[in-house]
């Protein structure tokens, strides 16, 4: 069964620190991975894409990783911000067909002053 | 360029009642899709459409019906709302099938009494 699970459910960090989200799937044939940020009450956001072919990708603040191999998946969000505060949400594309996508439930971070 | 819009925003609904929630993107995009969020639970796939004039069940299909109503508008109908139908709803678009990054409008959170 394709699967995405996302660690921690919640997270909580003060302003100005790092941190590392995790993604593990279980997805076949895998396509690409990315991970969209959703504010509260708005639609998710892509924020990377990659492929089994690449291992990092950064966007400003947030460097993703993955490591094809053991089929997981990690977001580090640099020197954070209060407008980090979101959901964090690791999806898969199975590969072939109508882009179908599986999503994780996502990370809750919340970044306080 | 206001990208993927939704409406309503709210809507409260007495359990049989009947509704269509509304899509439009402004992209020129071929493709389109309806999802469904739950708490504790990734977005999951009701209906897509991958052109014009093409619709597809998705993994949640049961109890709703879809209409590509031309390019821009993909419009998701409840005809018999249930209380298990309470949820957010995300409509979605991207340039084709495949891999091709979707987008996603801001939600309408239904609620089913």
């Known amino acids: 069964k394709n699967q995405v699970e996302q660690s921690p459910q919640s997270l909580i960090i003060l302003e100005g620190k790092n941190c590392t989200l995790q993604c593990n799937y279980t997805v076949s044939p895998f396509s690409n991975l990315r991970w969209y940020k959703q504010d509260t009450g708005r639609g998710p956001v892509s924020l990377t894409i990659m492929t089994f072919s690449e291992n990092t990708k950064s966007n400003g603040r947030y460097t993703a990783t993955l490591d094809a191999d053991t089929k997981q998946s990690s977001l580090h969000i640099t020197a954070s911000q209060l407008s980090d505060s979101a959901s964090y949400i690791c999806?898969?594309?199975?590969?072939?067909?109508?882009?179908?996508?599986?999503f994780g439930a996502g990370t809750r971070l919340a970044v306080h002053p | 360029n206001a990208g993927v819009t939704q409406t309503p925003k709210f809507q409260v609904l007495k359990t049989g009642q009947s509704m269509t929630l509304q899509c439009a993107q402004d992209m020129n995009h071929n493709s389109m899709y309806w999802y469904r969020q739950d708490p504790g639970m990734g977005l999951r796939l009701i209906y897509y459409s991958a052109s014009e004039g093409t619709t597809d069940k998705g993994e949640v299909p049961n109890g709703y019906n879809v209409s590509r109503l031309n390019k821009r508008e993909f419009s998701l109908r409840l005809e018999s709302a249930a209380p298990s139908q309470t949820s957010v709803y995300f409509c979605a678009s991207s340039k084709q099938t495949g891999r091709d990054t979707q987008y996603f409008g801001p939600g309408t959170r239904l609620t089913v009494l």
């Open positions: 999806v898969v594309n199975v590969a072939g067909g109508y882009n179908k996508l599986i």
